[in-house]
């Protein structure tokens, strides 16, 4: 649970986001302390490390054309993260319709193109716990990504995904048990 | 008849402490899913990703400053749009109408400040939306489709996440 000190900090800090003074230099200030944790969420969706870095360059733009509209109703690191988001799911729907395949097909494709992608330096069990994951519903990857590779609170996921943690932990906890019984029986 | 109690025993405070141990066990990594899911960057990414946004942000066709010559610009092309519309004699009038046009434009003071504009003008004058002027037909039905999805979710975006998926969990 976030305290009090922290709450005003980033009251004070999303006040320096919306002034039109202050505003550029806080705006680097935020891309520094979340392009990383970004960049891992966009990656994990949408797999390649180009597309993740025009994702991720799309998300901040939209953060950064949007900041001044932000009302605080959420906490701003939950609104960044829910831009991410959706702007990943968006991309690999376009991709999806620019290659004429379904989701599931899609995410196949992806899984293959790792096998020759640069950055990706993963032998066979992690391409195969790649493909493991091309086989579970989009929320259930998002949770288990989330909870088990950028060791997310719960709390934290249901903030960014708008799903209860009870949910959250059942749908966690269904991805480990399918991503186990594919590694051990494919 | 007096129920009986099963002679077995429990350590103290098991019971007690029983939520917190199984939610450890819970959240405990499994032992054959992999810790490191492989992903590598390029080296140095991270270090030049903000100077790299930063040159994108006021370029590229994202957001670009809608600059005091373009509304001039855009005022002249909707005067010359006009013209036919306005006269009997419209391709005379439109070599006129041309002719002072460009002795305008060289001798007019274009240097508007962004009020002026914008007083009389409905449109943003701090950004405006310009993707890459030579779209193919894909590419332009992309980019509607990709703002169109934009509007929604800056509706959408203080609470709701954009799921196709209506599965269980």
Redesign the interface.
């Given at each position: 649970m976030e305290n009090d000190t922290t709450l005003v900090a980033e009251e004070d800090f999303l006040v320096l986001l919306q002034d039109p003074a202050t505003r550029d230099k806080a705006f680097?200030e935020l891309?520094?302390n979340y392009?990383?944790r970004l960049?891992?969420h966009i990656?994990?969706i949408v797999l390649d490390?180009d597309d993740t870095?025009d994702v991720?360059?799309?998300t901040?733009?939209?953060v950064?054309?949007?900041i001044g509209?932000?009302?605080g109703?959420?906490k701003l690191y939950s609104?960044m993260y829910?831009?991410a988001?959706?702007e990943s799911?968006?991309f690999l729907?376009?991709k999806s319709r620019?290659l004429g395949v379904g989701?599931l097909e899609l995410q196949e494709k992806l899984v293959e193109q790792l096998e020759s992608d640069v950055?990706?330096?993963?032998?066979e069990?992690?391409?195969k716990?790649?493909q493991a994951l091309a086989q579970l519903?989009?929320?259930?990857k998002l949770?288990f990504n989330m909870k088990?590779?950028q060791n997310m609170k719960y709390d934290d996921i249901s903030a960014?995904?708008?799903?209860s943690v009870g949910?959250?932990?059942?749908?966690y906890?269904?991805a480990?048990k399918k991503?186990?019984a594919f590694?051990?029986t494919e | 008849m007096k129920k009986k109690v099963p002679n077995f025993k429990a350590p103290e405070g098991y019971f007690e402490g029983f939520m917190d141990r199984l939610k450890d066990r819970?959240d405990e990594?499994?032992s054959?899913?992999?810790e490191?899911?492989?992903?590598?960057?390029?080296e140095g990414?991270?270090e030049s990703?903000?100077d790299?946004?930063?040159e994108?942000?006021p370029q590229q066709g994202?957001?670009i400053q809608f600059k005091p010559w373009m509304y001039a610009a855009a005022a002249g092309i909707a005067l010359l749009l006009l013209i036919p519309f306005t006269n009997n004699e419209p391709e005379q009038n439109f070599e006129l109408a041309m002719s002072e046009l460009e002795e305008y434009w060289e001798e007019a003071d274009l240097e508007f400040a962004a009020f002026e504009i914008s007083e009389s003008s409905e449109w943003n004058p701090e950004?405006l939306i310009v993707e890459n002027p030579d779209l193919e037909t894909?590419e332009l039905q992309?980019y509607l489709?990709?703002e169109l999805?934009?509007e929604d979710?800056?509706h959408l975006?203080?609470?709701?996440?954009?799921?196709?998926?209506d599965?269980a969990?």
């Open positions: 680097e891309v520094s392009q990383e960049y891992w990656r994990r490390h870095d991720l360059q799309n901040f733009i939209k950064f054309r949007n509209g932000f009302k109703d959420s609104w829910r831009i988001t959706n799911l968006s729907k376009q620019k989701s950055y990706f330096e993963g032998d069990i992690q391409l716990l790649q519903p989009e929320k259930q949770v088990y590779y960014v995904l708008g799903t949910a959250l932990k059942t749908s906890h269904h480990v991503i186990e590694l051990t | 819970m990594k499994s054959i899913i992999p490191d899911d492989g992903f590598g960057v390029p990414y991270f990703f903000g790299h946004l930063q994108k942000l994202r957001l950004t894909d992309d489709e990709q999805d934009l979710q800056e975006m203080e609470e709701d996440l954009i799921l196709d998926y599965e969990l």
